[in-house]
């Protein structure tokens, strides 16, 4: 942290900010200017540069160090790389995830797997226990749920994620997904957090719609200093003034995610914008911008769908998009799952 002291700031205004700093067991470099003094703090404990920023005689407070430590990229500089079964996230291929909002029935969730699967998806996506804005909205299937997430990607070979809701839940989870989601509505839901920081699953943390980047990281940085490591950021789309489509995608936010940390950063075109028809263009710039993974919404029948149908691409919609983002990928170095082959008829 660096102290920046006024023009005007007295030699006893100096020493009180020191003292204070030592109390708190930083080492101080004084470096007295012509016009200001300044003081390299280093060490001591994590505080709020508010309580320095109102001391008298303080001109400003700059902080060199992230208040994250173990999601900062300063901590593995190769990038993390999560390997679940034999599908990396953080590696060369950019990872599609697809399917449902959420599980409405067997039938439902075996047809849309059976398509994204064929189209390059390694994991399906699909909430069985849903994070409604109203009460009175589809609150998911529950285990039922769970239970056919599980069995139509077993069927298929794919991974599931899906997004928990309460600490509760989580040996439910650990039985049948590969990936848990923490939702935007919870990203700040800090026993939640603390909770999937315990176990040794894979964890999706969605930024919340109102959340800085930093607020993300610290978030993916409460669930590692339980101990779980295994951990993914996802863009999802935040709140602006902007009020056309759902939410603002913040494609900057996914290289900024890229340079503050090492943990593989996802990117959600489909909450992010709200409307099926801007989901290609958004989900192919978040791969020319890097994300190492896409989720997206994908529906058989989109016009009765029990939760965001508007945004949910239909099936050709999913594979048009796919052979567009293999080019796309190829440009920028990284690579995006071929069409699996039918088997051949016998
Ligand atoms: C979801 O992925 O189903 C979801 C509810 O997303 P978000 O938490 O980003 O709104
Ligand atoms: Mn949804």
Do not use: W
């Not at 999601?71 to 449902?100: L, N, W």
């Not at 779980?228 to 902007?242: A, K």
């Amino acid at each position: 942290m660096v102290i920046v002291m006024e023009e005007t700031a007295s030699e006893e205004q100096v020493s009180s900010v020191i003292d204070k700093l030592v109390r708190l067991g930083f080492d101080i470099h004084r470096s007295t200017g012509v016009r200001h003094t300044v003081l390299g703090a280093v060490g001591g404990r994590i505080i709020d540069a508010r309580d320095l920023e109102v001391l008298d005689g303080v001109k400003e407070v700059l902080r060199i160090s992230s208040p994250y430590k173990l999601a900062s990229r300063t901590f593995k500089p190769e990038g993390t790389q999560i390997k679940i079964k034999d599908v990396v996230f953080g590696g060369r291929e950019v990872i599609m995830m697809a399917g449902p909002c959420t599980v409405e029935s067997r039938d439902q969730v075996m047809s849309i797997a059976e398509v994204v699967a064929r189209h390059g998806a390694k994991v399906l996506r699909g909430g069985a226990f849903k994070p409604r804005t109203s009460p009175y909205s589809f609150q998911g299937m529950g285990e039922e749920g769970l239970k056919h997430l599980r069995q139509a990607a077993d069927r298929f070979d794919m991974l599931v994620v899906s997004e928990v809701m309460e600490p509760s839940q989580i040996p439910l989870f650990i039985r049948y997904v590969d990936i848990l989601q923490i939702g935007a509505r919870n990203m700040q839901n800090f026993n939640l957090l603390r909770e999937v920081g315990r176990i040794n699953k894979p964890v999706l943390i969605k930024r919340g719609a109102s959340a800085t980047i930093e607020e993300t990281l610290l978030a993916a940085e409460y669930v590692m200093s339980g101990g779980n490591h295994e951990v993914m950021v996802c863009e999802r789309g935040i709140r602006t003034f902007e009020t056309y489509l759902r939410n603002t995608l913040d494609i900057s936010a996914i290289p900024v995610l890229k340079k503050l940390s090492h943990l593989p950063v996802v990117a959600d075109p489909s909450h992010a914008t709200g409307r099926r028809d801007k989901v290609p263009p958004m989900a192919q710039a978040s791969v020319a911008a890097g994300a190492d993974a896409l989720l997206i919404e994908v529906h058989n029948d989109p016009e009765n769908a029990l939760c965001d149908g508007a945004q949910s691409l239909l099936p050709d919609q999913f594979e048009a998009l796919m052979r567009r983002l293999r080019l796309i990928a190829e440009a920028v170095d990284r690579s995006v799952a071929a069409d699996v082959p039918e088997p051949a008829e016998r």
